[in-house]
């Protein structure tokens, strides 16, 4: 299983940007909210100083050393004995229900979110498959969590702690639930279940214990952690993305979740990633929301919406939740602009990597989709439609599983070359071929290679070799090469007739949007071996497996054939694109953009107020400085799925929260900037509880 924690790592990065880092929440992409800030990033293989505070007592010293060396410091005793839980407390599921029902979610929603957010019923969002909203879901009610504790048989002597003296209601519990330092919704959640499990029965002890972010890290690698917040920004838009990862995948590992409790989600899941039509997934889904439900391995906590800021003065802006950040080239500014060709971006984030292959963090992805592009991408507004890019179009065999590309012709690379069939087919190979668990390229890898094949070396030694390139070169070359041979074959250029055609493993709903993001990049072969990456043949390509950004040739450099080129990337302190005049298509409208990381919200407000910044990084809590300067405001219409039209704002009252704080009226406004409110974001927290504590 730890094989998968490099996932986890990648997409804590990720989630941290949208979910908790800093104490802010955001809803990522479009409209600028609040951070980006990138938590440590812990490679994996680097040693992880791991700082556990000991707060609790063990027991004296027994006559096995052993046994006291196992004792999980956040569990107390580690016993049912009033002062710890035994790692077996949250296999019961009348405890997992219990917690569920001490949980206030309205506590949550207004003291983090500012009320700009709604409850999760279940573990997708709104609208997607298997989202019923007729379903059972999970309220704050003490009783019903009472009611639950005395369910509970957490000694396992077949008699209920309502009927037990030495049973959970009577004997008590402490434990502690952590945070990492600065992560202001964790400790609110730790904090909502520390005091209605204490209203519920006194002898319910939660203590709260923050830690820095590699201690937390490597506590919850090493599935130490009781009970977590984990959060999740999604990857595309579709079911799967979130139902996965959840219960089979990243998290389903951390929480050591009964291996036939998984077995069950996964015959739903490989049923619901199979299917193309979206009824009969929504049929299959629900029933996977059901199990989760009844089981109760998590609870979703809240959707956030969008609250964020540009200058009055820029158009054009399409604001698609799912963009790494910003799309720069439909933007344009007005005359009233001081600088109308220059588009100024002031966040937190620097970039990772430029390497397609390889970037999994929005601000390296907010570069890709703007220097290079993909076969689709999406249609406007829409999460869930998709329009050819660099594809002209496609076809798709009756049985979903051959899917046919046509290679737009007369595109030009931004340092010269030309695009070819050849040139796609090579990114594909060269992303699958180049994998690891740090890396996005589980996205591509299980479609091509099967479900739950999510790394190249899942074909040759089970996934062994998994983010160990030594070990993967220990292999029999002739394994090796079959390997690459076995993606070549299934990602096939034919550049007479200028197609690409794809191989699927079987069916897969989501392909679309799997290639529709930065990973589905296409890159210029001939560059790409010019300047030192592979070089096509499968007597090589695991020199080149499991790259890290700092090692690749590739993560400073860019050659795509977007509307904008890389001009240069001052590592901390700026990224500057220009426009492509050569351009395939309706070219850029900016001359200019530059994306400056400005960690203090100070500083970036400062340069906002002058007018040296189109959009900014606003944490929740520095909202209230901001939103005085709203002049008018696009309030999302969940009905129509798209922002309203402009409306002028002539009063902002700051002690109102959410949309109240803000009152339309006719007369246009002298303050600067635009509002766009109200859009449901893209990631959600959930708590989760680990079956078996180690
Ligand atoms: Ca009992
Ligand atoms: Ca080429």
Redesign the pocket.
Known sequence: MSRKLNIVISLLILASIALTACGTTATPGTVKETVVVVETKVVEGETVVQEVVITATPEPVSETPAEEVSLNPYLGSNKLDGNGIPPTFFDDVHIRKAFAYCFDWTILIDEVYQTEAVQSKVLSLTGMPGFDPEAPFYSFDLEKCAEEFKLADVDKDGVAAGEDPDDVWEMGFRVQMLYNTGNTTRQIVAEILQGNLAEVNEKFVVEILGLPWPSYLASQRAHKIPIMTAGWLEDIHDAHNWYQPYTTGTYGARQNMPADMKAQFKTLLDQGVALVDPAQRHEVYKQFNQLYYENVPGVPLVLATSHGYEQKWVEGRINNPIFSDTYYRTISKTAASPDPTTFTDLTIGDADTFDPALAYDTSSGNILQNVYETLVFYDGEATDKFVPQLAEGWTVSDDGTVWTFNIRQGVK?HAG????A??VAYSFQRGILQGGYSSPQWLLAEPFLGVGMDDITMIIDEGASADDRETLLANDPAVLKAACETVQSKIVADDAAGTVTFTLAQAWGPFLPTIANGWGSIM???WVIENGGWDGSCDTWQNTYGMTSAEDPFSQIANGTGAFKLDHWTQGEEIVLVKNENYWGEPAKLDRVVIKIVPEFGTRFAMLQAGEADTIDVPVEMRVQVDPMVGEMRVYDTANSTYGSIQNVCEVNTDLLGLERFTACDTPSDQPLRLYIGRPGLSQDVILFNFLIE
């Open positions: 690379f070359g030309d695009l070819s050849s040139d210029d072969k001939e």
